[in-house]
Nanobody, 120 residues
Framework: QVQLVESGGDLVQPGGSLRLSCAASGFTFNSYWMFWVRQAPGKGLEWVSL????????EYADSVKGRFTISRDNAKNTLYLQMNSLKSEDTAVYYC?????????????WGQGTQVTVSS
């Protein structure tokens, strides 16, 4: 049974930092690329970041580039998103997701999401 459980979301002030975690189980974690996706209030899903199996390749949306860092600890089956210099525009529910069996960004399992609110 595939499970992805996000944690770490909180209410923070602009300019603050948060570290999100995603605990994975039920699949061979180190065989899959992983993704962070977010949904702001009243808006659609926005891809945030991705990381390859070993962690050597990462990509970011322009909106978070230079502020967010994706990483993974394959020994702990955990995905991370370090978020610095947070802005109000970063307010969203953040989801982690795994790549599908076929790869190519076909995300087949998602976590329940964790709420990040950036407000003064």
């Amino acid at each position: 049974q595939v499970q992805l459980v996000e944690s770490g979301g909180d209410l923070v002030q602009p300019g603050g930092s948060l570290r999100l975690s995603c605990a994975a189980s039920g699949f061979t974690f180190n065989s899959y690329w992983m993704f962070w996706v977010r949904q702001a209030p009243g808006k659609g899903l926005e891809w945030v970041s991705l990381i390859n199996t070993a962690g050597g390749t990462t990509e970011y949306a322009d909106s978070v580039k230079g502020r967010f860092t994706i990483s993974r600890d394959n020994a702990k089956n955990t995905l991370y998103l370090q978020m610095n210099s947070l802005k109000s525009e970063d307010t969203a529910v953040y989801y982690c997701a795994k790549d599908g069996l076929t790869g190519w960004g076909t995300l087949d399992y998602w976590g329940q999401g964790t709420q990040v609110t950036v407000s003064s």
